[in-house]
């Protein structure tokens, strides 16, 4: 689910479907293309996966050619 957000209240929110299942879950949110909209990161134990989102429309689904190291974990900026 895609919350818009103003401060602590929901104007809005929009279902995602998650094409990959429970094998991935959502490590971080950033915004990697440098647009105005934060990507979402999938990790699926070493295989991450970066959705590209225009608002909470997904614009292309990207697999990354490396892996993450056993044992690590990607989060978001801090």
Known sequence: ???HMNRTAVLN???ISN???????VNALSNLQGYAN???IF???AQLVVWDMNDSART???????T?????TVVGPK
């Open 13 to 15: 929110q929009v279902a």
């Open 1 to 3: 689910m895609i919350w």
């Open 60 to 66: 292309a689904a990207l697999a990354m050619t490396s």
């Open 19 to 25: 094409a990959f299942g429970t094998a991935y879950t």
């Open 43 to 45: 990790q699926g134990g």
């Open 68 to 72: 993450v190291p056993a044992g690590w």
């Open 38 to 40: 934060p990507d979402i």
